[in-house]
């Protein structure tokens, strides 16, 4: 089991482990008879999650890639209801994307996935990545200086 | 000159227990979770990775820090940390909506209950 929580403690991030890993683990040492086993492993992993999730900022890429497919299914959703509309001919060569045609409101639902169609999906969503990721690292940023701001306040 | 602390409030329970086991004196990650487990009569226990997490994020905000010296009778490996005074401050603001809570609460525990 100690090697169970060294392994844990490894997976934490390096800035975290560097500094802290030998401490906790000698503590894990000390308390696995008063608190047990289970439990410490569950708190190991809770820090895991907190410091991946909530310190090291990967929460915003999380965020971003969930919204991204949350986009990707909305936009999956209207084609298919909405789609029946807008058919079109299928392309003459399967290769060759109509762009033009799927940007005025073309339904490419019908269509045989081809490599254009999987190249305009992933700059769809590396874009919206992009976009979501550096608006929350902004938004992130001034709540921060507002809260420095606010405790620095002289009343 | 008076800091405002209201954006540091309300502390979680484990930055709460945390910075009330270092108000008395520099105590290092073990000594914190022993003395966290005294004060809550064992009621509340804190597990390393829970208080570690919780000592770097309070280590940012700058209301604790590492003791530049430990005692000379202890482990050197060993890291202690101590209450800054913003932490301090901190603490004493946390205490004082605490116990502005229990008032309320005394006073309309104490009030007698309406009929439904």
């Given at each position: 089991m100690r090697t169970c929580y060294r392994c844990l403690l490894c997976l934490h991030p390096p800035v975290f482990r560097r500094e802290y890993a030998g401490e906790m683990l000698w503590?894990?040492?000390?308390?696995?008879?008063?608190?047990?086993?289970?439990?410490?492993?569950?708190?190991?992993?809770?820090?895991?999650?907190?410091?991946?999730?909530?310190?090291?900022?990967?929460?915003?890429?999380?965020?971003?890639?969930?919204?991204?497919?949350?986009?990707?299914?909305?936009?999956?959703?209207?084609?298919?209801?909405?789609?029946?509309?807008?058919?079109?001919?299928?392309?003459?060569?399967?290769?060759?994307?109509?762009?033009?045609?799927?940007?005025?409101?073309?339904?490419?639902?019908?269509?045989?996935?081809?490599?254009?169609?999987?190249?305009?999906?992933?700059?769809?969503?590396?874009?919206?990545?992009?976009?979501?990721?550096?608006?929350?690292?902004?938004?992130?940023?001034?709540?921060?200086?507002?809260?420095?701001?606010?405790?620095?306040?002289?009343? | 000159m008076t800091e405002d602390y209201t954006p540091f409030l309300p502390l979680s329970p484990a930055a709460l227990h945390i910075l009330l086991s270092l108000a008395g004196e520099d105590r290092h990650g073990y000594g914190i979770m022993q003395e966290i487990a005294r004060q809550s009569e064992g009621q509340y226990k804190l597990g390393p990775g829970t208080l570690y997490d919780n000592l770097q994020k309070l280590m940012t905000q700058g209301l604790v820090e590492a003791s530049p010296t430990p005692p000379a009778h202890d482990d050197p490996r060993r890291r202690y940390f101590r209450l800054t005074s913003f932490g301090c401050g901190v603490l004493s603001a946390e205490v004082a909506r605490l116990e502005s809570v229990v008032r309320e609460a005394k006073v309309h525990l104490r009030a007698p209950r309406r009929a439904t």
């Open positions: 503590i894990f040492d000390q308390s696995v008879a008063s608190q047990g086993v289970t439990a410490l492993l569950f708190d190991g992993l809770g820090s895991l999650a907190r410091q991946w999730l909530l310190r090291s900022g990967w929460w915003k890429i999380a965020l971003a890639l969930s919204l991204a497919v949350l986009q990707v299914v909305l936009g999956g959703f209207a084609t298919m209801i909405f789609g029946h509309r807008h058919l079109v001919e299928p392309a003459q060569d399967p290769s060759v994307v109509n762009m033009a045609e799927f940007a005025h409101g073309g339904s490419i639902a019908h269509q045989p996935l081809t490599v254009g169609i999987v190249m305009y999906l992933a700059v769809f969503i590396t874009g919206g990545l992009t976009v979501m990721v550096i608006g929350l690292t902004f938004w992130m940023k001034s709540f921060g200086a507002r809260r420095r701001h606010a405790a620095l306040r002289v009343r | -």
